[in-house]
C-alpha cells in the first residue's frame, strides 16, 4: 500500500499552508509561527527549491541579461501588490521572488516568509 501522505512535496505543502495562515492572525486566532520562524523556513525551502531547478537548469537567475527584463515585471507585479496597505507582514519579509523555466507546466507557489516561484509559461498566461 502507498503512503501518499508521506511524500514530501504533500508534507511541504500542508507545512506551507500551516505556517502561512499560523502567522496571518490579526489577534483573533493562534499564532504558531513567529514571523522570524517564517522567514527562516521559508529560506531553507527557497534554498531546496533553488537547487533542484538550478541543477535542471530551470531557475532563471536574476542576474543573466537575458532574464533581467523578466525580472523587471516581475518586480513591478511584487511592488504593486506590496502598496497595499491591506498586506499583513509586507514590512517585516524579503518578498523574494524567482522565475523557473518550464513550459510543461503552468504554476506558481509561495514559501512562508515572503518567498515566490513563477513558472515562466504562467507569465506568458
Do not use: H
Request: glycine residues 6%.
Amino acid at each position: 500500500m502507498r503512503r501518499t501522505w508521506l511524500k514530501p512535496w504533500i508534507f511541504l505543502a500542508l507545512l506551507t499552508s500551516l505556517g502561512t495562515t499560523a502567522c496571518s492572525g490579526n489577534g483573533d486566532g493562534v499564532v504558531l509561527f513567529s514571523v522570524e520562524d517564517d522567514i527562516a523556513l521559508g529560506q531553507k525551502v527557497a534554498e531546496q527549491t533553488d537547487s533542484t531547478y538550478r541543477a535542471k537548469n530551470q531557475l532563471l537567475e536574476r542576474n543573466v541579461t537575458a532574464n533581467q527584463r523578466a525580472y523587471a515585471l516581475l518586480d513591478g507585479v511584487v511592488a504593486k501588490v506590496l502598496s497595499s496597505n491591506e498586506l499583513q507582514y509586507r514590512n517585516q519579509f524579503p518578498w523574494d521572488v524567482k522565475i523557473i523555466k518550464d513550459d510543461e507546466i503552468q504554476n506558481a507557489f509561495a514559501t512562508p516568509g515572503g518567498i515566490f516561484t513563477y513558472s515562466r509559461a504562467s507569465l506568458n498566461s
